[in-house]
């Protein structure tokens, strides 16, 4: 169960991230935290998240407009770096509440209320009409790496700015997608390397001792697979559907960890 559960969202999701923006880790680790302690799924997804989007880069890399990358990437990947020490330091917070239900108990953190209220303000961009064509003057793009790579850092969720501030940027279709995966590995490389000076590291010798190592691995090859699909429907698929799929789940993942309940 837990291998079926994994690839499929693994595969799923990382079709749709290529599109939407929104982070293969938003979705996946709640899929791990499912069969192991929240610390190992962190851990596992982060490892997945990575080296997804070194293949995707692969994929679609070349298309990236490189002074566009290096006026983005540069000031997302400083600022990426202190979002991740914030997520650092209200991770070690105490529980805010703990309850029971049904004889379960469950605890509301900081983190997770940060992170909920973060996921729930990025999905309402994908739902609300008003939002879908939010775009900032190509001079913005600076300030477009600042704030995406300091909620990068903070809450995995980068793609929603990082579009708004990359459409009107004079790219091509390919070229936008292209551009934006290379920005997502810079970004990721940032906020990991502080997440291993701060949380990270503590958890990673853990995987592999109750099987994690192998659902690492199919995850990381089926998020490779959905990534291939996803650039063979580049042309057949609408953005619209894709928001209203994403952003609906976000919206029901961001009540779930606000409760508790993951």
């Known amino acids: 169960m837990e291998y079926v559960v994994i690839c499929s969202v693994a595969v799923v999701v990382s079709a749709l991230t290529?599109?939407?923006?929104?982070?293969?880790?938003?979705?996946?680790?709640?899929?791990?935290?499912?069969?192991?302690?929240?610390?190992?799924?962190?851990?596992?997804?982060?490892?997945?998240?990575?080296?997804?989007?070194?293949?995707?880069?692969?994929?679609?890399?070349?298309?990236?407009?490189?002074?566009?990358?290096?006026?983005?990437?540069?000031?997302?990947?400083?600022?990426?770096?202190?979002?991740?020490?914030?997520?650092?330091?209200?991770?070690?917070?105490?529980?805010?509440?703990?309850?029971?239900?049904?004889?379960?108990?469950?605890?509301?953190?900081?983190?997770?209320?940060?992170?909920?209220?973060?996921?729930?303000?990025?999905?309402?961009?994908?739902?609300?009409?008003?939002?879908?064509?939010?775009?900032?003057?190509?001079?913005?793009?600076p300030l477009g790496g600042v704030l995406s790579g300091f909620f990068g850092g903070l809450s995995g969720l980068q793609g929603a700015l990082r579009s708004a501030f990359l459409i009107r940027a004079g790219l091509d279709k390919d070229q936008f997608i292209g551009t934006g995966v290379v920005a997502a590995v810079i970004v990721d490389v940032s906020r990991l390397a502080i997440y291993g000076i701060t949380f990270f590291s503590k958890h990673f010798t853990s995987l592999g001792e109750h099987g994690e190592s192998g659902l690492i691995a199919a995850g990381i090859l089926c998020a490779w697979l959905g990534s291939f699909i996803g650039v063979r429907l580049l042309k057949k698929i609408t953005i619209k559907t894709l928001q209203v799929i994403v952003g609906s789940m976000l919206l029901v993942l961001a009540v779930a960890l606000g409760i508790g309940a993951i």
């Open 18 to 141: 290529l599109f939407s923006g929104f982070g293969l880790g938003t979705l996946l680790m709640p899929a791990f935290a499912l069969f192991f302690p929240i610390s190992v799924a962190v851990a596992a997804t982060a490892v997945v998240h990575l080296v997804n989007n070194l293949f995707k880069v692969a994929l679609v890399g070349k298309h990236a407009d490189t002074k566009v990358v290096l006026k983005f990437a540069i000031p997302a990947a400083v600022f990426a770096a202190l979002g991740a020490f914030l997520l650092g330091y209200i991770s070690e917070m105490a529980p805010l509440v703990r309850y029971s239900v049904a004889g379960r108990d469950f605890e509301i953190t900081a983190v997770k209320v940060v992170i909920a209220a973060l996921i729930a303000a990025f999905s309402l961009l994908d739902l609300i009409p008003r939002f879908q064509d939010l775009a900032f003057d190509k001079n913005y793009i």
